[in-house]
């Protein structure tokens, strides 16, 4: 049993394979007090007792206590979680313990993403907490995994009086600990420049990340880590807590007066307000915590463990994805039925496996100023209409996929001429026109239904096998026609709760359908999104070198079977650098890997190595997809060269990948300390026709071959003896 309860004291103890998380009821009043959350502690009996709490008296702020999901106005000056506001106008919330039960399994969040298992992996805590005099009851609600060091968080908050409250804030997480020098690790970026590493020192005072453009977003990813002084990629501390949700939030640390640290990690209550009737509920979205007291790298195995086994979905979740070429980058919105067959034809030749209809197939869909909303085939462009591509597509051996942006609507388009009240925009005012587009109001019935039978009437005319999910701004003039005026701040949020129903609706309807999510690259690429879709567009620059920094960051949370990575053409349409074509592939071969270029028209030379890449994919692509990911270098760091490996999980085959960015003497060449193979085996190395043993590896170390020249990869292959 993963959690058990000292009855005599009051305490819960969650436990994982090697970690513990210790909670308890203060005897007086019952706030909920965190204790303990760390390296597994062994004893069930004995457990340390709670710090003190003067729960009656109160006779001092509660400022110095650890608590498990802080309320504001009773004198926590912290970061709280929860906000309300009721009919008098109380906002102070004072909760006690109620009950708990303990339970074999996970429950499932009414209409959210979340990590799922059966009832021998993992247990689950429920503690309830009312406050009576403001008629709320909070359900705080912990799932311990048995066989991986994740706890997960969500909350359930009920309206238990008989006038209407509102919601103003609910946070889902909260982990108070004694400060030890923290460092804070979060993930920022822009469009093309995704998911960069951020380390910094953290300060007294309340610093974190944030997003209110209604999506995740490419600047702050919702993912926050506490790491212990001189954490590396194998030894230090790490807290951290990824938000599985796409929309708003926030992820904050505070460091106060008594040195300790508050971590939480919810939606942002930027503009949030949530109508309670009388017996309603409000379900906030879960946080994954995880605890390594071996370095991130071991955090990393563990968020890659559970995002593949726990949260992805579907038939393609553990299967090789068929290799695709996309056409945006080889032809933008300037293609027709004989273009895309052209591209096919020499894709399948060459070993290809699908071809992918970016934008522009649709509408008056000329360029990006006009027709989104539009779903039907334009056949000026498509002579024949989608059928005849598709059929003529499968009969080279090839599946077919297709682009849609289902959440938007072109001013400039027969959807926006017949219900312009369908878009999200303030009346009078002159709306943002990111790309030159709107947001649909998805948090109206009617628009989901109508997005979801025009995408079903294209998907249902043609064996379509893959679908690209896009979403290319985020959202502003946020109001909406059908929300009364004090329900207004609902719709961040039930825009999220419209996009989730509708790739639900998507992925049951056609379940052999591959759906990859994508935001103007990786805009959106979260967990939220990977419980309907296996795969992420990982970002619009496919340039391998900057590449290197944007896969590190992503790879240090998502499995690599989830980023989307393609070869494309040079120069980089992104950046305008130059990179040797193998090193394109090298780079890409850690993704799900694909092309996105003009089949036709690259260099012979280019070309000729395809089917040589498409069979290292095919060799490969099994570890990649379900090995264990070791992170030996970072170019990000080192400015110099990069280098990971994935390890199978029985030890024995590995993939090692060297990327030398800047050219290095032969002198120079870096010993790579490999990691996660087994130290008594010998392995085989392809690439050097040599052996050498694990402990060898590990411990003395290896060398890459000197690749001669800046852009060059190097790519080993490691087989068990
Ligand atoms: C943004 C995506 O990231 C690109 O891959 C491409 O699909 C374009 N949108 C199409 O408009």
Same mark, same amino acid.
């Given at each position: 049993m993963g959690i058990i309860y000292n009855e005599q004291k009051r305490i819960f103890k969650l436990d994982t394979p090697n970690t513990s998380y210790i909670l308890g009821v203060g005897d007086e009043f019952g706030h909920l007090v965190h204790i303990y959350y760390g390296k597994k502690i062994a004893?069930? %009996?004995? &457990?340390s007792k709670m710090p003190? +709490?003067? $729960?009656? /008296?109160? *006779?001092?702020?509660?400022?110095?206590t650890k608590m498990e999901y802080p309320t504001g106005d009773?004198? %926590?000056?912290? $970061? !709280?979680?929860i906000e309300i506001r009721n009919e008098n106008g109380q906002h102070a919330l004072e909760c006690g313990y109620v009950s708990h039960k303990i339970y074999k399994g996970k429950p499932k969040l009414e209409g959210l993403p979340a990590t799922f298992s059966n009832e021998e992996d993992c247990t689950t805590l429920e503690v309830v907490m009312s406050d009576s005099i403001a008629g709320i009851e909070i359900t705080l609600i912990y799932t311990a995994f048995e066989k991986l060091d994740v706890i997960t968080r969500s909350v359930i908050v009920k309206n238990i009086c008989d006038e209407r409250v509102k919601l103003t804030k609910i946070l889902s997480s909260c982990l108070d600990v004694e400060n030890n020098e923290y460092e804070m690790l979060t993930l920022h970026g822009s469009w093309g420049r995704e998911r960069n590493i951020q380390r910094k020192r953290i300060g007294y005072g309340r610093q974190g990340i944030y997003s209110e453009r209604g999506v995740s977003g490419h =600047?702050? !990813?919702p993912f926050i880590a506490l790491l212990e002084p001189g954490t590396n990629q194998t030894m230090g501390e790490v807290y951290a807590m990824n938000f599985v949700y796409s929309g708003n939030f926030e992820a904050q640390c505070e460091l106060n007066q008594h040195d300790t640290v508050r971590l939480v990690m919810g939606i942002? #209550?930027?503009q949030f307000e949530w109508t309670l009737e009388s017996g309603e509920v409000f379900t906030a979205p879960e946080v994954v915590m995880v605890y390594s007291s071996e370095g991130l790298g071991k955090m990393t195995r563990t968020y890659h463990d559970l995002y593949r086994n726990h949260l992805i979905r579907g038939k393609y979740r553990s299967i090789k994805r068929p290799v695709l070429i996309n056409n945006w980058e080889a032809t933008y919105f300037d293609f027709d039925t004989d273009k895309l067959l052209s591209i096919a034809k020499k894709a399948s030749e060459l070993g290809i496996e699908m071809l992918v209809m970016d934008d522009g197939?649709?509408? /008056?869909?000329?360029?990006? @100023?006009?027709? &989104?909303?539009?779903? +039907? *085939? /334009?056949e000026d462009k498509l002579k024949g209409g989608l059928k005849y591509l598709v059929d003529e597509v499968n009969r080279l051996g090839m599946k077919f996929g297709i682009w849609f942006e289902p959440e938007m609507v072109c001013p400039d388009s027969d959807l926006y001429r017949a !219900?312009?009240?369908?878009?999200?925009q303030i009346p009078g005012r002159n709306p943002g026109r990111s790309r030159n587009q709107l947001v649909l109001d998805i948090s109206r019935k009617e628009v989901r239904d109508y997005i979801f039978d025009s995408l079903s009437k294209v998907l249902k005319s043609a064996n379509v096998e893959y679908v690209k999910w896009d979403m290319n701004r985020a959202l502003t003039d946020v109001w909406s026609h059908e929300l009364e005026p004090d329900r207004q701040g609902e719709l961040y949020h039930r825009y999220m709760l419209g996009v989730y129903e509708l790739q639900d609706r998507l992925v049951t309807e056609f379940p052999d359908i591959l759906l990859e999510n994508c935001s103007s690259g990786g805009?959106?690429? %979260?967990p939220g999104v990977l419980y309907y879709s296996p =795969? +992420?567009?990982?970002?619009? @620059?496919?340039d391998a070198i900057s590449r290197l920094n944007i896969q590190e960051g992503t790879s240090l949370i998502y499995p690599l079977s989830t980023m989307g990575a393609h070869v494309t053409d040079c120069p /980089?349409?992104? +950046?305008g650098r130059t990179t040797p074509f193998d090193t394109r592939g090298a780079v890409a071969l850690a993704g799900t890997f694909g092309y996105e270029l003009d089949i036709t028209k690259i260099s012979d030379e280019d070309r000729s190595k395809i089917p040589g890449q498409v069979e290292m994919y095919h060799k490969y692509n099994d570890i990649v997809r379900e090995g264990d990911f070791y992170r030996l270098a970072s170019f990000s760091q080192n400015n110099r060269y990069d280098s990971y490996m994935v390890v199978s999980k029985d030890k024995k085959e590995a993939l090692v990948t060297f990327v030398q960015v800047i050219a290095i003497a032969s002198h120079a060449m870096p010993v790579l300390k490999l =990691?996660? &193979?087994? #130290?008594g085996t010998n392995y085989y190395i392809e690439e050097k026709h040599e052996v050498m043993a694990g402990d060898v590896l590990m411990n003395m170390g290896f060398v890459p071959n @000197? $690749? @001669?020249? %800046?852009f060059k990869a190097g790519l080993y292959h490691l087989v068990a003896r």
């Amino acid at each position: 049993m993963g959690i058990i309860y000292n009855e005599q004291k009051r305490i819960f103890k969650l436990d994982t394979p090697n970690t513990s998380y210790i909670l308890g009821v203060g005897d007086e009043f019952g706030h909920l007090v965190h204790i303990y959350y760390g390296k597994k502690i062994a004893s069930t %009996d004995n &457990l340390s007792k709670m710090p003190s +709490v003067d $729960e009656k /008296n109160k *006779v001092w702020y509660f400022d110095g206590t650890k608590m498990e999901y802080p309320t504001g106005d009773i004198g %926590d000056f912290r $970061e !709280h979680c929860i906000e309300i506001r009721n009919e008098n106008g109380q906002h102070a919330l004072e909760c006690g313990y109620v009950s708990h039960k303990i339970y074999k399994g996970k429950p499932k969040l009414e209409g959210l993403p979340a990590t799922f298992s059966n009832e021998e992996d993992c247990t689950t805590l429920e503690v309830v907490m009312s406050d009576s005099i403001a008629g709320i009851e909070i359900t705080l609600i912990y799932t311990a995994f048995e066989k991986l060091d994740v706890i997960t968080r969500s909350v359930i908050v009920k309206n238990i009086c008989d006038e209407r409250v509102k919601l103003t804030k609910i946070l889902s997480s909260c982990l108070d600990v004694e400060n030890n020098e923290y460092e804070m690790l979060t993930l920022h970026g822009s469009w093309g420049r995704e998911r960069n590493i951020q380390r910094k020192r953290i300060g007294y005072g309340r610093q974190g990340i944030y997003s209110e453009r209604g999506v995740s977003g490419h =600047q702050d !990813h919702p993912f926050i880590a506490l790491l212990e002084p001189g954490t590396n990629q194998t030894m230090g501390e790490v807290y951290a807590m990824n938000f599985v949700y796409s929309g708003n939030f926030e992820a904050q640390c505070e460091l106060n007066q008594h040195d300790t640290v508050r971590l939480v990690m919810g939606i942002n #209550p930027y503009q949030f307000e949530w109508t309670l009737e009388s017996g309603e509920v409000f379900t906030a979205p879960e946080v994954v915590m995880v605890y390594s007291s071996e370095g991130l790298g071991k955090m990393t195995r563990t968020y890659h463990d559970l995002y593949r086994n726990h949260l992805i979905r579907g038939k393609y979740r553990s299967i090789k994805r068929p290799v695709l070429i996309n056409n945006w980058e080889a032809t933008y919105f300037d293609f027709d039925t004989d273009k895309l067959l052209s591209i096919a034809k020499k894709a399948s030749e060459l070993g290809i496996e699908m071809l992918v209809m970016d934008d522009g197939w649709f509408g /008056n869909r000329f360029d990006d @100023n006009r027709a &989104l909303g539009d779903w +039907v *085939v /334009n056949e000026d462009k498509l002579k024949g209409g989608l059928k005849y591509l598709v059929d003529e597509v499968n009969r080279l051996g090839m599946k077919f996929g297709i682009w849609f942006e289902p959440e938007m609507v072109c001013p400039d388009s027969d959807l926006y001429r017949a !219900h312009p009240d369908w878009a999200i925009q303030i009346p009078g005012r002159n709306p943002g026109r990111s790309r030159n587009q709107l947001v649909l109001d998805i948090s109206r019935k009617e628009v989901r239904d109508y997005i979801f039978d025009s995408l079903s009437k294209v998907l249902k005319s043609a064996n379509v096998e893959y679908v690209k999910w896009d979403m290319n701004r985020a959202l502003t003039d946020v109001w909406s026609h059908e929300l009364e005026p004090d329900r207004q701040g609902e719709l961040y949020h039930r825009y999220m709760l419209g996009v989730y129903e509708l790739q639900d609706r998507l992925v049951t309807e056609f379940p052999d359908i591959l759906l990859e999510n994508c935001s103007s690259g990786g805009g959106r690429y %979260d967990p939220g999104v990977l419980y309907y879709s296996p =795969q +992420v567009w990982c970002s619009d @620059n496919a340039d391998a070198i900057s590449r290197l920094n944007i896969q590190e960051g992503t790879s240090l949370i998502y499995p690599l079977s989830t980023m989307g990575a393609h070869v494309t053409d040079c120069p /980089n349409h992104a +950046v305008g650098r130059t990179t040797p074509f193998d090193t394109r592939g090298a780079v890409a071969l850690a993704g799900t890997f694909g092309y996105e270029l003009d089949i036709t028209k690259i260099s012979d030379e280019d070309r000729s190595k395809i089917p040589g890449q498409v069979e290292m994919y095919h060799k490969y692509n099994d570890i990649v997809r379900e090995g264990d990911f070791y992170r030996l270098a970072s170019f990000s760091q080192n400015n110099r060269y990069d280098s990971y490996m994935v390890v199978s999980k029985d030890k024995k085959e590995a993939l090692v990948t060297f990327v030398q960015v800047i050219a290095i003497a032969s002198h120079a060449m870096p010993v790579l300390k490999l =990691q996660g &193979l087994d #130290p008594g085996t010998n392995y085989y190395i392809e690439e050097k026709h040599e052996v050498m043993a694990g402990d060898v590896l590990m411990n003395m170390g290896f060398v890459p071959n @000197n $690749e @001669n020249g %800046d852009f060059k990869a190097g790519l080993y292959h490691l087989v068990a003896r």
